[in-house]
């Protein structure tokens, strides 16, 4: 009769575990929300259900199901993302984001390498680091902010360098390209040859080159070495919405260098290089 009666309990415990069970997961409730930045924010929360919210400034509050949950916030006005764990078990749980600290925002560099190789860059500057590269999209974040010399091999053992403006809030973004490799069977036993480009500027140049054959490049801030066609060219780059143009001749003994340089497009447009060999 006890053996029986202890049988009872044990499945009518069971019952009742089974049958409120997903009561239990089903519940809700209400989690307040205060957004104390200047700007909107991304909440994303993975628990016993996912959830993503796209909130403005102030307090809001949003439903959610009861339990433990990863949360994931992405601060447009610091470009910083928060991560933690807050568990919703009544309608009393706040979570809150605090205003930007400009002390506490760390500046991120994105580097984006079109070669299927591991790169080294050297930067120099407020503080020195070393960046390990691979390719595809490369990230770091505890960056000093300020101006930085980079220095970097690829392509065969070519040394690329310029300057790097990171960025006290918001995000720099730089690229790596892939060599760029020409068929040349059209021209003389000499093509390619190297040609380099000291581009002075603040900023990229998207530069135009017509000649033996037309060339398109994006010339960093820096020196920049290419394979060229031996011959004159006429240059026709964009700057501070002028154009600037001239004339350059690529030797064929591969030690040609110009210089882009806003100090000596000053008076005339056309004076946007100065050629050395």
Do not use: W
Request: with cysteine.
């Amino acid at each position: 009769m006890i053996k029986r009666s202890a049988f009872l309990v044990s499945m009518l415990a069971i019952l009742f575990t089974t049958a409120f069970a997903p009561a239990l997961q089903d519940e809700k409730y209400e989690l307040f929300i205060h957004n104390n930045t200047e700007d909107g924010v991304t909440i994303t929360l993975e628990g016993p259900k996912d959830f993503k919210f796209a909130l403005s400034p102030g307090k809001i509050n949003k439903t959610v199901n009861a339990g433990t949950y990863d949360y994931f916030i992405e601060v447009d006005e610091c470009d910083i993302e928060i991560a933690g764990e807050i568990t919703v078990e009544d309608n009393n749980q706040e979570l809150i984001i605090p205003p930007c600290d400009e002390e506490v925002v760390e500046p991120k560099i994105v580097i984006n390498v079109h070669i299927d190789e591991a790169i080294t860059m050297e930067l120099v500057g407020p503080e020195t680091y070393t960046l390990n590269l691979e390719l595809g999209t490369n990230k770091f974040r505890a960056i000093v902010s300020g101006d930085y010399f980079y220095s970097y091999e690829t392509c065969d053992g070519q040394l690329f360098t310029g300057v790097l403006d990171v960025k006290k809030n918001g995000t720099t973004k730089f690229t790596i390209k892939s060599c760029e490799r020409l068929i040349y069977d059209d021209f003389d036993s000499i093509n390619p040859v190297r040609f380099r480009i000291a581009n002075h500027y603040s900023e990229t140049l998207d530069v135009t080159l017509i000649g033996p054959t037309t060339f398109f490049f994006s010339i960093s801030p820096g020196l920049n070495r290419l394979d060229m066609v031996a011959g004159r060219y006429q240059y026709i780059f964009v700057y501070d919405n002028k154009r600037v143009e001239g004339f350059l001749t690529v030797g064929k003994n591969g030690n040609t260098e110009v210089v882009f340089s806003p100090a000596f497009a000053g008076i005339k447009v056309t004076d946007g290089a100065i050629l050395t060999d």
